[in-house]
């Protein structure tokens, strides 16, 4: 488990262009045990005027980088739990 300064920091980003997936790490109880879970955030950057700003609607276009990031974050999660 995560300690106070690092729980809201992401595990990894993969990131294709303006569309990034997150890996997060989040703590649940489940049967009255604290486990770790992963959650993964799909999002593309835009620029409004002078400021960056996210958003989770895609167009079609950002689907093959949608695709791509998720499937590298696919890999990273099966290969990490694959390690324990």
Known sequence: MKDEKTKNLPVKKFRSGAITATIWQNTIKKDGQEIDIL???????????????????????????????????????SL????Q
Do not use: F
Not at 80 to 83: A, F, N, R, T
């Open 39 to 77: 959650n993964i955030t799909l999002e593309k950057s835009y620029k409004d005027g002078d400021a960056w700003k996210t958003t989770g609607s895609l167009n079609s276009y950002d689907l093959p980088k949608a695709i791509l990031v998720m499937q590298k974050a696919y890999e990273y999660i």
């Open 80 to 83: 990490k739990h694959d390690e």
